[in-house]
């Protein structure tokens, strides 16, 4: 069993788990794979939303600002004094402009804030959802009865330990018991 396990590449410690494992406990527990693509999905979504609200946010500034130049020029209108009177139609559509622009950047706000608590959201969902996915492999990787490692599994596992001692230099110990009958 090592001499074949000493040809196989192993997952080192600290790396990403490996595609063979997560192929082994994907054919294990499709729900969990199907979980860990939700949550990778969820994740997904939430960016989405952030970029959504973010860009909201952009477009509520450009409105404050439009919003500022029709003040300012109501201002200085009504600034000249006996030219124009306050109820000029040019006043009143600036002041118009004025108060829309910032009801639009408020409402603009108001749903990125919004966005914001649903990326939120999806993002704890999708924490659940690998979770619950990796408690399914876990599950999927460990016998009921006795608890311990099924085959598959416990061949990777043993190939990422000998692939550690390697790198380490440590020693290593394995011992293989072959039950019959249980």
């Not at 994907?26 to 990778?40: I, V």
């Amino acid at each position: 069993v090592l001499s074949k396990l000493d040809q196989s590449p192993g997952n080192q410690e600290g790396e990403p788990e490996s595609s063979s494992r997560r192929e082994t406990a994907a054919a294990a527990t499709p729900a969990s794979s199907e979980r860990s693509e939700t949550g990778d999905f969820r994740d997904e979504m939430a960016n989405q939303r952030d970029r959504a609200a973010q860009e909201r946010d952009e477009l509520a500034a450009q409105r404050d600002h439009e919003a500022d130049v029709a003040d300012r020029a109501v201002l200085e209108l009504e600034g000249n004094e006996g030219v124009l009177d306050r109820r000029t139609p040019r006043l009143q559509e600036l002041r118009a402009r004025g108060l829309n622009g910032r009801k639009r950047a408020a409402r603009g706000r108001e749903r990125a804030k919004r966005d914001r608590t649903l990326a939120g959201t999806d993002r704890e969902f999708g924490q659940s959802d690998r979770e619950e996915s990796r408690q399914d492999r876990e599950h999927a990787a460990t016998d009921e009865l006795t608890g311990a490692r099924r085959r598959g599994v416990g061949l990777e596992d043993l190939q990422r330990e000998i692939d550690r001692a390697r790198r380490t230099g440590a020693s290593l110990v394995a011992a293989y018991v072959d039950v019959d009958g249980l």
